[in-house]
């Protein structure tokens, strides 16, 4: 135990110390508990430690940088982001977008569909009946996003009519925090949501491979694919009949099993194809490439457009529903009186890919002599992977 | 799980959370140094601060199976220079394209992939529910789910660690957001909320006693109907005061004090209208009612004048939450409004030509709002509802995350991606702990 020092010698000393900074932190809301605390610390004789004043030093820090500071953050500012970033922010630059972290400078706040946008794409989607993949021309947004606005928009009317509850205030709240794109007034041009045209990285596209080409070939996007994938390189005749990448689109669209295979086994792979095929708008390249060829018949090229898109949408409608009564036809949906469950039933197809070279196989369906049910092993994880919607 | 996410100030770690004590520890972090440390101690203090705050309620080993060396990544593509170019631009030359004046051909910001080391923990249906601003703490967003209140495409979800897929829709009960993300009531608000119940549940009793007497007098009031529904409009207004000076007397210190004079201007205004409505005409049988009747004949009147000047709305109006009167033309619109608010009551042509555009949204905007966000302190939160301090600072939605508000519902639309110059994935973070960071989960690849 260390040597105690007489504490009424001590307190005398320490005494200005004791009640300086409690007057100077006048700014703060616990002034009175603060002064009471150093007047019960002159009455107490036993002992020579300062008496923690009720907060440490770091708490007291913090809430000085609460109030001072830091107040802004409290309440929002309706219209604005309110981030940390704001404390930095030495000139207001404007077009710069939000960010919420100090230290992160690659993550920004983007913005968000207004109300009003978010019930014009349902409007046109639902009630005008356009396809999705014009839709998302339209507004700059992306075609994933149009499918959930919908069903979301279609949920919340669903709710309204069932007298659920809203978190309206909360909804009013949050586009005020958050910065919005709003619907373009009628006759403005519509500002873009976000970019719609997104080329997925391919894996194959990681590795650098030292390929040497002839100065006199020209080299194209078409040839990199295949490059990257390991196929031979095309025949003469072959390449010649592509004048532009965006050339295949319409032929892999017709028919997607045009897309030629490298490999064998396990490790077959289609050969990568140019980024003018795998961009979710492709369409949009042969629009250019139309306006690019005939720049003064802006009405004949708009109308070719149309019916490009109203082609490639048959195509693929019949292809689903092809693909849906495939499906269909295979399986079977039994769903008895009183039951709360729907069965379906599926033919079970017994080959090495689908029961294991043994037919002994973890993913195969069904029940087997000597195969213990999934259910039944050890450490088996039963938490979802996928909820039907 | 024993909760290890408290917000100590000495340590200083960023949590998954809106706290006040997170927000300061966010403001004053710095990077860990760097100088005079090895390698693996770089890694270590990296991986040990940026694991404080992705996936803090998982288990190392159970991260280690998760991460993914492999990034996602997406290139926005412009179709213009895909149609102007086959490609063959970008090979010329050397093999990267011809020199222009000492630029290369194609300029790109860097894609900042090491931010991207804890995507595979977005996709955890917890964390989702927090990005999606449903919950005010990833904690507590587990809790939502393990609660039950939580839905995946419209089926209860127990388990905080479901993954989502792509194109999964999840909902969190509206009331338990509102809480989350609601002010707390106060002593005198719980203690009127109890009242409250308690008063609801004698009169429930009541009514349990006595079933047949109730039925008679019924059938009295509706053949009265003319009498009863004249006071009933002037019911609904001083209701309607009695709520604002109930907001007033009640939550003094939580109140802003913009808030505080937004309502002490409706009040202002509803009072007037009681006193000059003295015998009001006007036949709606609920506030709903009303409503949509008063919107109606403004916009009629509205309508009539032709419009002298179009003063639209500012875009920050649009959606204002509570700004029933403008603070600095407080007392003119006011007047106004109590004006209308009477002429309305009163039955009488409305001379909305004197109420401009602006004034017009206000007044619609301020019933919306004593329509949508009543006093009732029954509820578990502060009403009428109002976000909770500190919010705004955490308030963003990534881009992966569709959200509809108004359901509390949200759709996870893809895994998240980089992209130059931004990546997807929300982390304090800079580059000199992400990569780190994610060197230490590489282990022997790196």
């Known amino acids: ?389 | 799980m024993r909760n290890r996410a408290s917000n100590a100030l000495a340590k200083g770690k960023i949590r998954q959370s809106w706290s006040k004590y997170n927000l300061y520890n966010l403001q004053r972090f710095r990077s860990p140094p760097t100088a005079n440390r090895t390698f693996f101690q770089q890694k270590w203090s990296a991986k040990a601060v940026s694991r404080a705050y992705h996936g803090e309620q998982v288990g190392e080993g159970q991260w280690k199976r998760m991460f993914n060396h492999r990034i996602r990544s997406v290139i926005p593509m412009n179709a213009s220079d895909l149609a102007a170019d086959d490609g063959s631009l970008v090979s010329s030359g050397r093999g990267s394209g011809l020199d222009k004046h000492g630029k290369p051909a194609y300029q790109t910001r860097p894609i900042p992939y090491s931010h991207m080391a804890f995507a595979p923990l977005e996709r955890r249906l917890d964390v989702a529910i927090f990005r999606a601003l449903f919950a005010s703490s990833a904690r507590q967003a587990r809790q939502f789910v393990i609660h039950g209140a939580v839905t995946v495409n419209g089926q209860k979800m127990r388990h905080p660690s479901y993954l989502l897929n792509p194109g999964d829709l999840f909902q969190v009960e509206p009331e338990r957001v509102m809480y989350a993300t609601g002010h707390t009531k106060t002593a005198y608000e719980r203690r009127q909320g109890r009242l409250a119940r308690r008063k609801a549940k004698a009169e429930a009793e009541e009514a349990e006693a006595a079933p047949e007497v109730e039925a008679e007098p019924k059938e009295t009031a509706k053949e009265g109907t003319k009498e009863p529904e004249k006071e009933d409009t002037k019911e609904t207004l001083k209701a309607l005061l009695a709520q604002a000076k109930a907001v007033m007397s009640a939550g003094k210190e939580t109140l802003a004090p913009q808030r505080k004079q937004e309502l002490r201007g409706f009040q202002q205004a509803v009072r007037r209208v009681l006193s000059r409505s003295g015998s009001s005409s006007v036949l709606a049988d609920s506030l709903e009612a009303q409503f949509s009747q008063l919107t109606l004949m403004l916009k009629a009147k509205r309508g009539e004048k032709p419009a002298t000047k179009e003063v639209k709305p500012r875009p920050e109006d649009a959606f204002a939450t509570e700004n029933p009167v403008k603070k600095d033309t407080e007392a003119a619109v006011s007047d106004k409004l109590s004006e209308a608010f009477a002429q309305a009551t009163l039955g009488n042509d409305v001379d909305a030509s004197e109420l401009n555009d602006e004034e017009f949204e206000t007044l619609k905007r301020a019933l919306t709002q004593m329509r949508d966000n009543p006093l009732d302190n029954t509820k578990c939160y502060s009403t009428p509802w109002q976000p909770r301090q500190y919010m705004s600072a955490f308030a963003f939605i990534p881009r992966y995350l569709e959200v509809n508000q108004n359901i509390c519902a949200a759709v996870y639309l893809r895994h998240p991606v980089a992209r130059p110059g931004s990546a997807e994935v929300p982390t304090p973070f800079g580059e000199s702990v992400a990569t780190p960071a994610y060197g230490w989960y590489l282990r022997r690849r790196w």
């Open chain 1, 1 to 389: 135990m260390p040597p105690r020092i007489q504490s009424r010698s001590v307190s005398n000393t320490l005494l200005p110390y004791l009640t300086a900074p409690s007057s100077s932190s006048s700014s703060l809301s616990s002034l009175s508990s603060l002064s009471s605390s150093s007047s019960k610390c002159l009455s107490r004789q036993f002992s020579a430690t300062a008496a923690p004043q009720g907060q440490t030093k770091l708490r007291r820090q913090m809430f000085e940088w609460l109030n001072n500071e830091g107040a802004v953050f409290q309440y929002h500012v309706p219209g604005g982001t309110n981030y940390l970033t704001r404390l930095k922010q030495r000139d207001f630059d404007g077009p710069e977008k939000a960010r919420p972290f100090p230290n992160n400078q690659s993550f920004f706040s983007e913005a968000v569909l207004s109300e009003e946008l978010r019930n014009e794409v349902y409007n046109r989607v639902v009630e005008q009946k356009k396809s999705v993949r014009v839709v998302s021309v339209e507004l700059g947004i992306d075609m994933k996003r149009i499918a959930a606005v919908v069903r979301l928009v279609e949920l919340e009317k669903r709710q309204r009519a069932q007298g659920k509850p809203l978190a309206l205030p909360y909804a009013r709240a949050i586009h005020e925090m958050v910065p919005t794109t709003p619907l373009a007034e009628q006759g403005e041009r519509q500002t873009y949501h976000e970019p719609i045209n997104d080329l997925p990285a391919h894996p194959l596209t990681g590795s650098q491979i030292f390929y040497p080409v002839p100065e006199s070939r020209s080299f194209n996007r078409v040839e990199a694919g295949r490059v990257f994938s390991g196929a031979p390189a095309m025949e003469h005749s072959e390449a010649a009949q592509i004048s532009h990448p965006s050339d295949l689109t319409e032929k892999i669209i017709e028919n997607p099993n045009s897309i030629g295979w490298v490999g064998k086994g396990a490790n077959a792979r289609q050969i990568l194809q140019p980024a003018d095929v795998r961009i979710p708008h492709p369409h949009m390249v042969a629009l250019e490439r139309d306006r690019l060829a005939n720049p003064n018949e802006r009405l004949a090229v708009a109308d070719l457009q149309s019916k490009r898109l109203e082609r490639q949408d048959a195509i693929e409608k019949e292809r689903g529903e092809r693909i849906q009564a495939r499906r269909e036809k295979k399986l079977t949906t039994v769903s008895p009186e009183n039951s709360r469950f729907d069965y379906r039933i599926k033919d079970t197809i017994y080959t090495t890919e689908t029961t294991g070279v043994d037919g002994r196989g973890s993913k195969a369906v069904g029940r087997r002599y000597g195969v213990p049910h999934r259910d039944r092993t050890r450490g088996e994880v039963k938490i979802p992977t996928r909820v039907e919607a």
